[in-house]
């Protein structure tokens, strides 16, 4: 119960904190804050009611925030585990993000070699192809 509404919370707190008119409100409230300077004598206290403020509202926001990246890049990575699950790709592969960087680090360059040496194949297998075809024509032109 407390967790789904805390979830409810944090979407809502960090949609509404990425809105437009949310930074113009922010803005407002900062130029008011200037503004009222001479008006306090740019006092201790003038200083220290914005200092608090944004103090509160920062610490509040990279709780709410930190949830919802928490939340989002969980949900990414179910989503890959599942593609990876059900295509031709190496089961091995889930659940990585629970490994040592250096590990993660290991399995990366593993793969990018791979890669490279797939992409090397295919670009041979198109050379010959086009080889193949160039002597052919070679071969009817004479």
């Known amino acids: 119960m407390i967790e789904k509404a805390f979830t409810w919370m944090a979407n809502r707190v ?34 220290l009611v914005i200092n608090t403020g944004t103090t ?7 709780f709410l925030i930190q949830n919802t990246q928490n939340r989002d890049g969980a949900a990414i990575q179910a989503k890959l585990d599942e ?28 793969c990018e070699a791979a890669a490279k040496r797939h992409d090397r194949k295919i670009a041979e297998t198109a050379k010959k192809a086009v080889s193949g075809k160039t002597g052919a024509k070679k071969k009817a032109a004479a």
């Open 14 to 47: 960090a949609h509404l904190a990425g809105l437009p008119p949310t930074f113009a409100i922010c803005l407002l409230i900062v130029v008011a804050w200037a503004a009222s300077g001479p008006i306090f004598g740019f006092s201790d206290t003038w200083q």
């Open 56 to 62: 509160i509202v920062t610490f509040l926001m990279v």
């Open 83 to 110: 593609l990876i699950r059900v295509s031709r790709a190496h089961n091995h592969f889930i659940g990585i993000e629970h490994l040592t960087e250096s590990e993660v680090e290991e399995i990366r360059a593993k």
